[in-house]
């Protein structure tokens, strides 16, 4: 019978001994750094830009007087052969060459923006490996886990590229799908319920589509990760074993995921306190020094002045990252801790995948 709340505790007493007995600085830097780009940390925003529109009416135009029937002829073939003329061609060419470079502009940095997420997908496939190993190792190296992991890292990535391409592609059709239905069908003069119903099938594929990928990479970072690292064998043949395991142990698995998740949106909730606390802390520092050196820009000559703007960017763009690099170090404990959870019921729901016997460094389950 595996005991959830001992699970929790014995996870709770390997985070601490990893991360504080003894504290190590350098220790916990690195360690953010892989957790970072592993994913086991994340963030991020988004902004839209909507087209402005006044909803105002034009104008109505001051009426004028009548021109004679050969004034208006005249303005008319002026109209028309400034429309025709040189300049208007010349206009138009470069209308269409000004096209032609924000198309090229526009896919240019598309495809620098899918090799960057490629690359950062690759690396973050190897350092899941390097998290886990560093982890029941208690250690915080880099280089060589990045080098023993080599096959592993690249084989979960060929994975991930895939489902990846596919999911995308099957939420793709399933908008597309919906936008013909509700073109066709003239949905936006129909009542909402009309549009409601119609459109609930492809909803409700949207939602399990969402919901079918998180556990997928659910079960692909808490089992088959775990699975690659200790058999040493690729994405393809762990799935079968964690399938395996799973339908041995369903309602052990059921439980882990209703607890895992439960547990999640308390760390999450914990660590937004900590970052609110530790903001609420160096704000009014930060908001004196922004006062000081406003005081200090006002005060120097005009000539002095971008002198002093390229010296405290240079100052203090380093000190904001190390305010930010710090923050996210909160977020290790939680990190270490819900790695170890994973490997320690993967332990308990099958003998064989007992990770913290791996390694002399490693302590008991």
């Known amino acids: 019978m595996v005991s959830f709340s001992d699970l929790i505790s014995a996870s709770i007493e390997w985070t601490g001994l990893v991360l504080f007995r003894p504290f190590k600085l350098k220790k916990w830097l690195i360690l953010t750094f892989v957790a970072l780009l592993s994913g ?53 060419k470069f209308s269409q060459l000004y096209r032609q470079k924000a198309v090229f ?18 690396l973050s496939c190897r350092l899941d490996f390097i998290f886990l190993e560093d982890v029941i190792r208690n250690d915080a190296s880099i280089k060589g886990p990045f080098f023993r992991n080599k096959i592993l890292g690249n084989s979960l990535f060929s994975f991930y590229l895939v489902f990846l391409t596919i999911f995308l592609a099957a939420l793709a059709a399933d908008i597309l799908l919906a936008v013909h239905v509700f073109q066709s069908q003239n949905l936006s003069s129909s009542g909402f319920g009309k549009a409601a119903v119609a459109l609930l099938p492809f909803s409700l594929l949207f939602i399990l589509l969402l919901l079918l990928f998180w556990i997928i990479t ?32 369903k309602l052990l698995v059921f439980k882990y995921f209703l607890i895992r998740f439960a547990l999640g949106i308390c760390a999450l909730f914990i660590n937004i306190l900590l970052v609110l606390a530790v903001a609420f802390g160096i704000i009014i520092p930060l908001i004196l020094i922004m006062f000081l050196v406003s005081f200090i820009y006002n005060s120097i000559s005009h000539a002095l002045q971008p002198f002093f703007i390229v010296l405290t960017a240079l ?32 332990g308990k729901a099958d003998g064989r995948y007992n990770l913290f016997n791996f390694g002399k460094e490693a302590g008991p389950a």
């Open 40 to 92: 086991s940390l994340v963030g991020g925003g988004c902004n839209f830009n909507l087209p402005y529109n006044t909803g105002t009416k034009p104008k109505q135009e001051i009426s004028k007087p009548l021109k004679s029937q050969t004034e208006t002829a005249s303005v008319n073939q002026a109209d028309n052969l400034t429309r025709k003329g040189p300049l208007k061609e010349l206009k138009s």
């Open 105 to 122: 502009l526009i896919i240019a940095i598309g495809l620098i923006l899918l090799a960057f997420f490629l690359i950062i997908t690759w």
């Open 218 to 249: 659910f079960m692909a970072i808490n089992f088959v990760i775990p699975v690659m690292f200790k058999d040493r064998i690729n994405v393809m043949k762990a799935w079968p074993v964690v399938l395996a395991i799973i339908r041995s142990n």
């Open 315 to 346: 100052i203090g763009l380093p000190i904001l990252l190390s305010i930010w690099y710090f923050t996210t170090c909160l977020g290790l404990p939680f990190a270490v801790f819900f790695r170890t959870f994973s490997v320690k019921f993967l």
